[in-house]
């Protein structure tokens, strides 16, 4: 379908996809897995003045919280199909938003810390943010990029998150604490970052390859690298990028969609020590 960028589903069988569109709206389809329509519309969302960049659902399918080039971010109520709070404070697009993945943490609040539920966002402003969503405002901006921020990850127990983006830093920071942590470096820009669910672990895409960082020990546990399809040995034509990731609920399938159409898939096997 033309005009659409984007999607999200929920993981939970029956719930929607959520389509991002170049229109400035967020399209929520019901899945039919019909023959012939895999599924149809249900609802546009209707809100952002620019293209929204990034969007991403609660693991129970009720919300969700898209980013803006108009500069902020919206948690949406899909079933009333309207915004519940709005967040404004970055200063030039809004690339990536990120909230935990525990179903319980996301219902009541983004964060494993009930008493203080946060979101985090980055974007073209070099900064990430962490908000307060009971009031809609800004906690604390976390500064040392120095380009601007393609993607922004918590880590599953929401005590983390990791920046990247242009400078080609990976970036850790505690969000109880509200500092930096660590800097991993790599050799080009990242295009996106993910904690793994059940191991010490972060995730980096950039270029065609995607390094894989034991954050206890800050070495690198791999270099995963694509095989080339339909690509002679002679051909000068650059790698397919790997744009975004995704772990599997175990841990133990890797997801990578790259620039050239295909998700590539990759099995974890650690060696017994």
């Not at 999607?7 to 170049?22: A, K, L, M, T």
């Not at 108009?70 to 404070?89: H, I, N, P, S």
């Not at 219902?107 to 810390?113: A, D, E, H, K, T």
């Not at 009031?135 to 929401?158: E, M, Q, W």
Request: proline letters at 4%.
């Amino acid at each position: 379908m033309a005009g659409l960028r984007k999607c999200h589903q929920s993981e939970i069988p029956g719930h929607d996809f959520v389509f991002i569109g170049v229109d400035k709206t967020l399209i929520v389809w019901k899945l039919t897995r019909d023959e012939t329509n895999y599924g149809v519309p249900q609802k546009r969302l209707y809100g952002h003045s620019h293209f929204i960049s990034d969007v991403v659902l609660s693991s129970d399918g009720n919300y969700a919280l898209s980013g803006s080039w108009d500069k902020t971010l919206r948690l949406w109520d899909l079933a009333a199909g309207k915004t519940t709070r709005r967040f404004e404070d970055h200063t030039k697009d809004v690339l990536s938003v990120a909230f935990s993945v525990d179903n319980r943490q996301i219902v009541s609040g983004f964060s494993p810390n009930h008493a203080n539920p946060i979101i985090v966002s980055a974007g073209w402003d070099r900064t990430v943010k962490v908000w307060h969503l009971t009031n809609c405002k800004l906690k604390i901006n976390h500064l040392g990029h120095s380009g601007y921020l393609n993607t922004v990850t918590v880590s599953p127990d929401g005590s983390l998150c990791a920046s990247g983006g242009k400078d080609m830093k990976a970036m850790l920071w505690d969000l109880n604490d509200g500092k930096h942590l660590h800097t991993l470096d790599h050799n080009d820009i990242i295009t996106s970052l993910c904690f793994s669910p059940n191991r010490y672990w972060l995730c980096a895409a950039f270029g065609p390859s995607i390094k894989i960082w034991d954050l206890e020990s800050k070495e690198m546990v791999e270099e995963l690298k694509p095989e080339i399809i339909n690509q002679t040995q002679t051909s000068k034509s650059d790698p397919p990028q790997c744009l975004s990731l995704a772990w599997s609920t175990d841990g133990q399938t890797l997801f990578a969609g790259y620039s050239d159409n295909i998700i590539r898939v990759w099995q974890v096997s650690v060696s017994a020590r």
